[in-house]
């Protein structure tokens, strides 16, 4: 089974709200991402975790804080966020070393 | 810099017809390459691979992609289009290295009409 779950697909809020988004795997991957994708972009890169531990912060705002409770959970952290940080969220996990990554269906959210 | 070049922001092809996405890459060592489909509003599907060997890579759908280690190339092919094809496709770069990051083209929007 190579499925990426997340929740919720959609999410409007406020610039002052806290929210956080969430994402499974039951793959056994060791590595978890999350991505921010604006329309008719490519995904952009924004953490990598490896054994449930930070390795990677491509410079993203401290209003988004990424959290790995365990080896299948990985969470980010919305808080005073801006209404240009409006994009699909994607996260994905990859087997440590080839790194094939297989990718949630994505949170939608919208900042007013 | 390491960069992956998608030149063609869309493809039309007639359903039926073969279709091609291309993909150039510059990347220092064997990188790992990658295609991937978007579909409105999803996430990114896995497509195929190629890591070594062979250099004509079958996937999923009927997709393949052909390397050219000579052309740094790592086009997407498919012998007959269907019109549920139709979809954005990005080629991806993964440098051997422990950093297993996805450097990715600027997409290819893909239509294919009945």
């Known amino acids: 089974d190579t499925e990426v779950t997340q929740t919720p697909k959609h999410l409007v809020m406020g610039m002052t709200n806290k929210k956080s988004l969430k994402c499974e795997q039951h793959m056994g991957h060791r590595a978890m991402y999350w991505y921010k994708q604006k329309a008719k972009k490519p995904p952009e890169l924004m953490f990598v975790?490896?054994?449930?531990?930070?390795?990677i912060n491509e410079s993203v705002p401290s209003r988004f804080s990424p959290e790995c409770p365990n080896s299948s959970l990985l969470n980010l952290h919305l808080h005073a966020l801006q209404p240009e940080d409006s994009a699909l969220y994607l996260c994905a996990s990859s087997p440590l070393g080839e790194g094939t990554q297989y990718f949630g269906p994505g949170t939608r959210l919208l900042v007013l | 810099a390491q960069s992956v070049a998608q030149p063609e922001d869309q493809v039309n092809v007639a359903e039926g017809n073969p279709l091609t996405v291309k993909c150039t890459y510059s990347v220092s060592g064997n990188p790992y390459l990658f295609w991937y489909v978007q579909y409105p509003n999803r996430g990114l599907q896995f497509l195929l691979k190629y890591i070594t060997g062979d250099n004509l890579v079958k996937g999923s759908y009927g997709f393949e992609a052909e390397f050219n280690k000579s052309q740094t190339s790592f086009h997407l092919k498919k012998p007959s289009a269907l019109v549920s094809d139709s979809a954005l496709y990005f080629c991806?770069?993964?440098?051997?290295?422990?950093?297993?990051?996805?450097?990715f083209g600027s997409g290819t929007r893909l239509l294919v009409r009945p």
């Open positions: 991806a770069v993964s440098k051997v290295d422990s950093s297993y990051k996805l450097i």
């Open positions: 975790y490896s054994y449930e531990k930070l390795s």
